[in-house]
């Protein structure tokens, strides 16, 4: 490639004459350029070419955005005396005045951290509640998920010991044992897995088995058994299950033994003299554990104040009872309890019995059940209150106790008594809306309240209603019935002849 020098400027230039000589006709001097030796095309004055988007433009250019930040323009340095006319002009027209805080935060917000006033500088946060309160309401504990697994030999033996299937299986295999064998054949084989009180559930469904031997010879296997004996919750059941099936020996000094006999002991021999009805050992033994300062739990009381209530001839004995019970200042009854005593009172007409205890269990943070307030409306309409019975009523209604059967049959029969014919009929349609069937003595009261209002067509629609349910009327209903039609004919004769 050959270089030729051959720039032209019209600015003076001192050259060197050791390369090139210098005309001195004209003032134009020549500098280095170099260039190739390739043929160029010849020079045109043309302007540079246009990128594809802007030589067809598809619409004019839009105008500027007045919207955009002023701020973030830079100043210019140069005077325009029309646009400081107008700016001044728009600054007259504007009413407002920064104020030194605005001005302060919209500086601030172009320098870095907005200054804080003066204060509590670092703000101390509450912590954040843990997780499990987030996922879950308060008062709703999550059930706990117990998962055994059968690889490990600790596993199987928990899932042995508390299991009630497998401890249910025990009992059903010692039943299919023949009569001559014995039951460590069954128990040798998962001794290792069980614990003390394991095999007390084992003894009590030998006893709704029917096999009391069976539940002794479980007991005398385990006294043989170190880790499983002593154990008392097994001794109970055992006791428990040979007094309800008359095989228990009783000794003749029961005051010797109830003072070494513990009181699970005591308690489960009373329950199963009450459960196979040996009434008169279950009084007698509560008789001396009393006088020996042995208070038993007033469960124990209840149960047998409620198989005493049934014969009339053990009155006394109840009341007995019932006062040693209202003496107790640790008196803790569940609801089956507590309505248990309260129909034995009715039925021995101690209304002030009923009203206690159902005064004593509202007042103890439970809330009564429909069966407790069917016991108390039946109480107050034996006793003949019945407004205070009708209070009850709408305390149900407050609380929004669901009726059931019986409860729609005491309320039915406490509007029969106020002669309420219009709430007899709307709490007898209610029944019917329930699901409910009523019952003989329902229709019954119904045809009655319909007789003393007079109202003979409702009388012979709840008959043929009780007919087709299958009823038959009793003899003095429908002598009744007979009766108010024949004064009816007579009296719509008499009013046709005058």
Not at 259 to 281: I, Q, R, T, Y
Request: charged fraction near 25%.
């Amino acid at each position: 490639m050959n270089c030729t020098l051959s720039y032209m400027s019209l600015h003076p230039v001192v050259p060197s004459n050791r390369i090139f000589p210098i005309s001195k006709k004209n003032n134009i001097t020549t500098t280095l350029m170099a260039h190739s030796n390739q043929r160029r095309r010849p020079t045109t004055t043309r302007h540079p070419k246009l990128p594809k988007n802007l030589q067809n433009p598809r619409r004019t250019k839009l105008p500027p955005d007045f919207g955009v930040n002023l701020f973030l323009k830079k100043p210019s340095d140069e005077y325009d005396p029309i646009k400081a006319d107008s700016v001044e002009e728009q600054e007259a027209d504007n009413d407002f005045i920064w104020e030194s805080e605005e001005l302060e935060a919209i500086s601030s917000l172009f320098q870095g951290r907005i200054p804080q006033k003066p204060g509590r500088l670092y703000r101390e946060r509450p912590l954040p509640l843990p997780l499990p309160h987030r996922l879950r309401p308060l008062e709703l504990p999550t059930p706990k998920k117990r998962v055994y697994l059968a690889s490990s030999r600790a596993s199987i033996c928990k899932q042995a010991y508390k299991n009630p299937s497998f401890l249910i299986s025990l009992a059903r295999d010692i039943k299919g044992l023949d009569s001559h064998k014995d039951v460590a054949e069954v128990l040798d084989k998962c001794g290792r897995f069980l614990r003390k009180g394991s095999l007390s559930f084992t003894v009590r469904e030998l006893g709704h088995m029917n096999l009391p031997e069976r539940a002794l010879q479980t007991f005398c296997w385990v006294q043989k058994q170190p880790h499983l004996f002593p154990d008392d919750r097994l001794l109970a059941s055992t006791v428990e299950v040979l007094a309800r099936h008359h095989e228990l020996k009783v000794p003749f000094k029961l005051e010797n033994f109830v003072s070494l006999a513990s009181k699970g002991v005591l308690e489960a021999m009373v329950k199963g003299f009450v459960k196979g009805g040996n009434l008169k050992l279950a009084w007698k033994l509560l008789m001396v554990a009393k006088d020996g300062g042995r208070m038993l739990d007033p469960s124990i009381y209840a149960k047998l104040i409620l198989e005493l209530g049934k014969n009339p001839d053990k009155y006394m004995l109840v009341m007995t009872l019932l006062d040693e019970l209202g003496q107790r200042d640790d008196l803790n009854l569940s609801q089956q309890d507590c309505t248990a005593i309260m129909k034995v009172g009715i039925r021995l007409q101690k209304f002030g019995v009923v009203e206690s205890l159902f005064h004593w269990f509202t007042h103890s943070g439970r809330d009564p059940t429909v069966v407790m307030y069917t016991t108390l409306i039946h109480s107050r309409l034996s006793e003949k209150k019945c407004r205070e019975a009708l209070t009850v009523v709408w305390n149900m209604e407050a609380s929004n106790c669901l009726f059931d059967l019986p409860a729609y049959r005491v309320v039915i029969k406490l509007f029969v008594a106020l002669n309420d014919i219009s709430r007899a009929i709307r709490y007898f349609s209610k029944l019917k809306e329930a699901g409910f069937c009523p019952t003989y003595d329902i229709y019954r009261d119904m045809i009655r309240i319909f007789m003393a209002s007079g109202r003979l067509a409702k009388c012979r629609d709840v008959c043929k209603e009780a007919e087709m349910a299958g009823f038959k009327l009793d003899k003095q209903t429908v002598v009744e019935l007979l009766q108010i039609e024949k004064e009816s004919r007579i009296g719509s004769l008499s009013l046709s002849r005058h």
